[in-house]
């Protein structure tokens, strides 16, 4: 147990502070990783599979978050 625990500590910290550094918005910009997390921004489906569910349009994460204010 204590050794899974460190394993996942150390796979998932440098995330958390990157987002507790920079917010949301900044660090799924600079982090390509946190990006592939996304669902939906600003009202925006921005992946795929959601998109196809629900038959919403898909939007290009990138150009959402790109004109989203900080």
Do not use: F, I, M
């Amino acid at each position: 147990p204590y050794t899974s625990t460190l394993a996942l500590t150390n796979a998932t910290l440098p995330y958390a502070v990157q987002l507790a550094n920079l917010g949301w918005q900044e660090a799924c910009r600079r982090n390509a990783a946190l990006r592939l997390g996304l669902n939906v921004v600003h009202g925006e489906v921005v992946y795929k599979g959601v998109a196809e569910a629900w038959g919403l349009p898909l939007v290009d994460v990138e150009t959402v978050l790109e004109g989203a204010a900080v």
